[in-house]
């Protein structure tokens, strides 16, 4: 038995059955798929199914739209929805659902020894985790606004 909350897109996210096949032998681990699949029709059967524990739709593949469909199938499997690394569009998504306990972060920080914007300079003021924790803004839209200054090959 292990300690992880759960391991991530082991198999390729279209190969339904080999999930069905580790979720069964290993009852005990949480499994998650979702990153690459881009539409609730790809969520579908795995939800059905409940060929894994946590679904990762990633919001900028998804869309939020899409992204509410496929939280409101898994709301109907009581299945847990943690968005793939989408930074403040996760966010945002992640503290209207009760079926998302908490969000994924990535660090792209180049060394590793601080935390960074998962977009880089294309906000202004994208926020970053403190502490683990995010503090959200009542801006319009995903409450963040975008960075004119920024050229493309400084993205």
């Given at each position: 038995m292990t300690n992880l909350f759960w391991i991530e897109e082991v198999l390729p996210p279209h190969d339904l059955e080999s999930h069905k096949h580790i979720k069964k032998a290993t009852p005990w681990q949480k499994w998650s798929t979702g990153e690459h699949i881009n539409s609730?029709?790809?969520?579908?059967?795995?939800?059905?199914?409940?060929?894994?524990?946590?679904?990762?739709?990633?919001l900028t593949l998804v869309g939020l739209t899409e992204t509410l469909r496929i939280a409101a199938m898994a709301s109907a499997y009581d299945m847990i929805v943690i968005p793939h690394c989408s930074g403040v569009y996760a966010?945002?998504?992640?503290?209207?659902?009760t079926i998302t306990p908490?969000?994924?972060?990535?660090?792209?920080?180049?060394?590793?020894?601080?935390?960074?914007?998962?977009?880089g300079k294309i906000f202004k003021d994208e926020p970053i985790p403190n502490?683990?924790?995010?503090?959200?803004?009542d801006k319009p839209g995903f409450g963040v606004e975008f960075n004119n200054e920024v050229e493309l090959e400084e993205i």
């Open positions: 609730r029709y790809g969520f579908r059967k795995l939800i059905e199914d409940r060929s894994v524990d946590i679904l990762q739709p990633d966010y945002n998504f992640g503290i209207t659902y908490f969000n994924e972060f990535i660090n792209l920080s180049p060394k590793g020894d601080k935390i960074v914007p998962i977009f502490n683990g924790e995010i503090e959200l803004t």
